[in-house]
């Protein structure tokens, strides 16, 4: 039963209706799974819905390639739990992600980058010319520009 389809074609609904189309990408204990976020930073694996918090997940989808020595592919993966976090929506709506999706929101009192994969990282402001480094994440943050002058207080 490992591997096979969750629905087949003629199977039987409970309700006695016939299934006229299968779901290739829907397999009953397949071996490999499709990552998803039970929570922003947590990682696990299901095969379409995630038990836990219920999640539905699709695997990424290739909407087109255009090759070359720099080939341009777009790319996209849905989860259910995207929908419910405080990320923003992605270019195809709420749940949708592409691995190039990634936005820095400026607040009043924090940055909060939003990763590709869904999870919001929260960061103190940042003056111009000012630089942070997370060592959860391994990597730096910086601000461009240069410090403003108060008039206060010329020179």
């Given at each position: 039963m490992i591997g096979k389809p969750a629905?087949?074609?003629?199977?039987?609904?409970?309700?006695?209706?016939?299934i006229v189309q299968g779901s290739a990408g829907v397999l009953i204990g397949a071996p490999t799974g499709v990552a998803c976020s039970v929570c922003p930073g947590g990682i696990t694996y299901s095969n379409p819905v995630n038990p836990l918090p219920?999640?539905?997940v699709l695997p990424g989808e290739t909407d087109f390639a255009l090759p070359g020595p720099l080939p341009f592919v777009l790319s996209r993966a849905y989860s259910s739990y995207r929908t419910?976090?405080?990320?923003?929506?992605?270019?195809?709506?709420?749940?949708?992600?592409?691995p190039a999706d990634i936005r820095l929101q400026l607040r009043e009192r924090e940055l909060i980058l939003n990763d590709s994969g869904g999870r919001s990282i929260h960061f103190d402001?940042?003056?111009?010319?000012?630089?942070a480094f997370s060592r959860s994440e391994s990597f730096w943050l910086a601000r461009c520009?240069?410090?403003?002058?108060?008039?206060?207080?010329?020179?």
């Open positions: 629905a087949r074609q003629d199977d039987m609904t409970l309700k006695g209706g016939k219920g999640a539905k419910r976090t405080p990320a923003p929506s992605g270019l195809f709506g709420p749940g949708w992600k592409m402001p940042l003056s111009p010319g000012e630089t520009g240069t410090p403003a002058l108060d008039e206060s207080n010329p020179l």
